[in-house]
Nanobody, 127 residues
Framework: QVQLVESAGGLAQTGGSLRLSCAGPGRASRTGTMGWFRQAPGKEREFVATLRRGDGKTVYADSVKGRFIISRDSVQNTVYLQMNSLKPEDTAVYYC????????????????????WGQGTQVTVSS
């Protein structure tokens, strides 16, 4: 499977902001779904946000809705995650994921539907 290239994470204080990027091969297309998952120490990997290229549909986990924004580059095969109002519970390794399919809404948050993954990047939020 194609490995996605993630930007470095970072360290932020509570209430601060960080931005992550995820780049896949080639140019952007009208199909495919790209998103973000995260895994905190001792916990299972969980869904964060995803974007469907076919229509621009976005889906967010309730825990980040209103704070995080997922967006795409219209030319490059790149997706961003703008993280605002960060909380200590946002501390985790963040993984980018992608699939060539325009996933149906009910499948967009399911990690098993994605077949390309980034290396993971550490995001740490201090209290």
């Amino acid at each position: 499977q194609v490995q996605l290239v993630e930007s470095a994470g970072g360290l932020a204080q509570t209430g601060g902001s960080l931005r992550l990027s995820c780049a896949g091969p080639g140019r952007a297309s009208r199909t495919g779904t790209m998103g973000w998952f995260r895994q905190a120490p001792g916990k299972e990997r969980e869904f964060v946000a995803t974007l469907r290229r076919g229509d621009g549909k976005t889906v967010y986990a309730d825990s980040v809705k209103g704070r995080f924004i997922i967006s795409r580059d219209s030319v490059q095969n790149t997706v961003y995650l703008q993280m605002n109002s960060l909380k200590p519970e946002d501390t985790a390794v963040y993984y980018c994921a992608a699939t060539t399919s325009n996933l149906i809404l009910s499948s967009m948050r399911h990690q098993e539907r994605y077949d390309s993954w980034g290396q993971g990047t550490q995001v740490t939020v201090s209290s």
